[in-house]
């Protein structure tokens, strides 16, 4: 059995992980702690505070006590508004205070971009414009090229996690770049686990979402394999172990 940790800010897309845990098909857990969310916004300064190292380290203890092997801090723009050397000291931080290996998932979007071997990439965020800006920036620091950048001018992840599949395949169609190789769906409270094989048909390119590349973020910090079709393009590659 191989256990992995996520901290999720406050509850909106949460159930993701257990439909996932379920399409994974093999033995892995993933065990989900919350975090305190503090002010529900897609707002720099609101944002900052939520993705704070004592709001991290606040929920590392339950993790070490499921027996996690690694931890990804289940949020994009908790991590990515900090900058590219921000977020990386926010996740050598977290390794530090949990003890094991650690990622955020702004990281895992640029490890699961560079797994794919695309270069090219269209963002449909939730976001404000200028939190969806904060997310390009920092995948440009990562060496892609993004082509188009749609955001939707939604400040709470509560709002998020009422969306259904609709709402979620016009984003996609509306965010597409006819030129981008894949396209990045980057909030956690979005709900997409089910219907990753849906989008990937309707663009006909690999769809990257936030809840699908966490979990294959921490499968690649305990350098585990897994073939799971259901869970889109993504899930039929060996994820690459990271030196």
């Given amino acids: 059995m191989t256990a992995l940790g996520f901290l999720y800010p406050g509850h909106s897309a949460e159930d993701d992980y257990p439909r996932i845990e379920q399409l994974l098909g093999s033995d892995i857990r993933l065990d989900v702690v919350h975090t305190d969310i503090g002010e529900d916004a897609h707002r720099v300064d609101a944002l900052l505070r939520m993705g704070a190292a004592e709001r991290l380290s606040a929920g590392v203890e339950s993790l070490r006590l499921t027996g996690a092997e690694a931890v990804v801090w289940a949020c994009t723009s908790g991590s990515f508004v900090y900058g590219w050397e921000g977020a990386h000291e926010q996740v050598r931080s977290l390794a530090r205070t949990a003890g094991m290996p ?121 350098a585990r394999r897994v073939n799971a079709p259901a869970l889109g393009t993504l899930f039929t590659k060996e994820p690459l172990v990271q030196a």
Avoid at 134 to 146: D, K, P, T
Wanted: negative net charge.
């Fill in 102 to 222: 650690a990622s955020s998932t702004s990281f895992a979007f640029v490890h699961a971009v560079r797994e794919l071997g695309v270069r090219r990439v269209a963002v449909g965020a939730t976001y404000p414009d200028d939190v969806a800006d904060l997310f390009a920036e920092f995948l440009r620091a990562a060496g892609a090229e993004v082509l188009s950048v749609r955001g939707s001018g939604i400040i709470t992840a509560a709002e998020v996690g009422t969306w259904g599949e609709d709402e979620v395949l016009a984003l996609a169609r509306e965010a597409d770049h006819e030129d981008a190789d894949a396209l990045l769906l980057p909030d956690t409270a979005l709900h997409t686990a089910s219907c990753l094989p849906t989008l990937e048909k309707e663009l006909s390119k690999p769809v990257l979402t936030a809840n699908q590349v966490t979990v294959w973020e921490a499968l690649r910090l305990t």
